[in-house]
């Protein structure tokens, strides 16, 4: 993927003004200028819990015929077209002012952690969509992937403008070049992807309805954005819903295991990460226990559009299924820094078996609506 050479037009433009995915990134190409090398680490990282870039097998991908889902389809990237949140991803009066030199520190570190991790994972996205785009032949898959890479793109530069602010900066150019990549085949790129962009949803409209309602919480003004955007991560759910619905097997038999893994996998890891920090959601006046459940329920609500089954969340296994996942993370987090090798095992082997156990609570079956498409509700 070339990013790199960034002609002068560039300078002075903002990313939210970008019409597509190219011009979004050469203008954060001309702005790495100023990149920072601990932001650019941070999100290098890879752990289980850190966002990951993927790629797959992009002719199987191009080979899709949206044709059953023709109408649904047309609607849908007739809206994305239209493009409602061109320039809006940009700091503007709504913008207040952000005292990074007097946040308290432990909320300072976790919530820069978060907007690198969450920059990362908007990232992420683009890469993989923008890739799927330019391999392509189908007019179909490349117009919606093009679309949704234009708005991943935006994003992340939202996010970098905030980061800059506390002088940090993620580099995109250099992330595209060497982070890993990690294989998934198609089927599990639409079950990851379509659960991370609803989840992603119903995880910015859960902050945003509560800082409505709760104005002295929001700390930071990104979180006045969150209303827009997540009504862009709802569209390319709808998008990887349609795709799925193009081929019925994909959400019938054996994949309905695969199904299942992916939920619990998506759940259990945002329980786990969203608990790494504390100071961040005490600032937001938001229990993180509350906040998981709430958002489970919402994601669990939508997906039931297109899959099969859900998970049964109250469960009594549930909950202490989560904690335990997340104490042995904790440990082996512990363990890794004291370099214990035995207490990292154990570790290891206690997440394992918490994850396991909440595979094996029933799901909630139900019957998939004929019709797909689906409004931002909440
Ligand atoms: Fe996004
Ligand atoms: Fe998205």
């Known amino acids: 993927m070339n990013v790199q050479n960034t002609p002068e037009k560039y300078e ?18 001309e702005q790495a200028k100023y990149d920072d090398d601990f932001a650019t680490e941070t999100a290098m990282s890879n752990t289980l819990l850190t966002p990951r870039f993927y790629t797959t097998d992009f002719d199987e991908l191009d080979a899709i015929d949206v044709s059953p889902v023709r109408g649904e389809w047309d609607r849908l990237i007739a809206q994305m077209e239209a493009d409602p949140n061109k320039g809006h991803f940009k700091k503007n009066d709504d913008w207040d002012t952000v005292d990074w030199e007097n ?11 978060f907007l690198i991790s969450s920059c990362t994972a908007e990232f992420s996205g683009c890469v993989l969509y923008k890739e799927m785009k330019r391999r392509g032949n189908n007019e179909d898959i490349t117009r919606l992937f093009q679309l949704m890479a234009r708005d991943e793109a935006r994003h992340a530069g939202f996010i970098n403008d905030a980061l800059r602010e506390a002088g940090l900066r993620v580099n995109l150019g250099f992330l ?4 890993k990549y990690t294989y998934f085949r198609p089927k599990f790129i639409y079950y990851a992807t379509y659960l991370s962009e609803k989840i992603g949803y119903a995880r910015y409209i859960t902050i945003f309805r509560h800082l409505q309602e709760n104005p002295q919480h929001r700390f930071h003004p990104i979180f006045k954005w969150f209303e827009e955007w997540c009504n862009d991560e709802f569209s390319h759910g709808e998008a990887f819903a349609l795709l799925m619905k193009t081929d019925p097997k994909l959400t019938k038999g054996k994949n309905v295991l695969w199904i299942k893994f992916f939920l619990t996998a998506v759940y259990s890891t945002m329980y786990v990460r969203d608990h790494q920090r504390p100071a961040f959601h005490k600032a937001l006046g938001v229990d993180p226990d ?6 489970f329920t919402k994601t669990s609500k939508l997906s039931e559009q297109i899959f099969p089954i859900t998970l049964d969340i109250e469960h009594p296994r549930w909950q202490p299924g989560l904690e335990k996942m997340q104490k042995a993370n904790a440990d082996l987090a512990q363990a890794k820094e004291d370099g214990r090798f035995f207490a990292k095992l154990g570790a290891q082997a ?26 931002p509700a909440y």
Do not use: C
């Open 12 to 29: 002075g433009k903002h990313t939210a003004d970008a019409t597509t995915v190219e011009e979004g990134l050469a203008i954060q190409e």
């Open 350 to 375: 206690r997440a394992v078996s918490a994850f396991v156990s909440l595979l094996l609570i029933p799901a909630k079956k139900h019957q998939v609506p004929a019709q797909t498409r689906l409004e």
């Open 290 to 295: 509350w906040y998981a459940h709430e958002v």
């Open 176 to 179: 595209t070049q060497k982070k």
């Open 103 to 113: 946040m308290e520190p432990q909320l300072k570190k976790e919530f820069i952690d």
